[in-house]
């Protein structure tokens, strides 16, 4: 799977919009951008994934560029528990739409969102 | 069930002693996988497993470390003559075949004085 980049840390006031960066210049055309996210004590949680198209959920929107070597994570109206970890992993989809083996997980993002 | 379920939530052990982790998937889920999580670091892919198929056992760190999953189902790691270094938190996840998401469970911390 290939590798990807994302900040350290990031600060968000509460109410205003978080977007998260993510760099994976080499993914591959089969290859899917995934995020999770992992709130303290618990275990990672799925927020969203995409190929090419932009997404959204009912957690927040995924933004992929058109050469789909980066991708942003919008969540559009942080709060208090959106305080967390963010991953960003890229993963192989097979044509039938299925994928296996495991999720690489990085270091991640720490988004801290303040009152 | 709703959710994953791990079992026990904590786990305090003697060096020296062997431990079992136990992991109940979300019913229909085909793959099931093993991941730790050392104080303060990322997650660390130890096994997976998906349907009959033999077990991707890459992660595992050393040959005290096993895990099965008995009927597709339910799954138990287990870690014999326990080391300090094998202190974490130890997640369970499981997915339907189909590049969507996994589920975790709340994890198994693992404590080893």
């Known amino acids: 799977d290939a590798k990807t980049t994302q900040p350290p840390s990031m600060d968000c006031a509460e109410g205003r919009a978080a977007n998260l960066p993510c760099n994976h210049s080499?993914?591959?055309?089969?290859?899917?951008v995934y995020w999770y996210r992992q709130i303290h004590s618990q275990g990672p949680q799925y927020i969203i994934h995409g190929l090419k198209n932009n997404e959204t959920n009912e957690m927040a929107s995924l933004i992929i560029t058109e050469d789909r070597k980066s991708s942003t994570l919008i969540l559009p109206h942080a709060t208090l528990r959106d305080t967390a970890v963010y991953y960003c992993i890229v993963r192989v989809v097979n044509a039938g739409g299925t994928s296996y083996g495991k999720l690489t997980f990085g270091q991640g993002t720490i988004l801290t969102v303040h009152p | 069930g709703a959710g994953v379920s791990q079992s026990p939530s904590n786990k305090v052990t003697e060096k020296g002693k062997d431990v079992e982790l136990r992991c109940d998937p979300i019913s229909g889920h085909t793959a099931l996988y093993w991941y730790r999580q050392s104080l303060g670091q990322g997650l660390e892919f130890l096994i997976y497993?998906?349907?009959?198929?033999?077990?991707?056992k890459s992660g595992l760190p050393s040959d005290r470390f096993s895990a099965e999953r008995t009927g597709g189902s339910v799954s138990t790691l287990t870690i014999q003559r326990t080391q300090q270094e094998d202190s974490a938190v130890y997640l369970c996840a499981s997915s339907l075949t189909g590049g969507y998401g996994y589920t975790f469970g709340s994890g198994t911390r693992l404590t080893v004085v």
């Open positions: 080499t993914i591959s055309g089969n290859e899917y």
């Open positions: 497993f998906q349907g009959n198929s033999a077990p991707d």
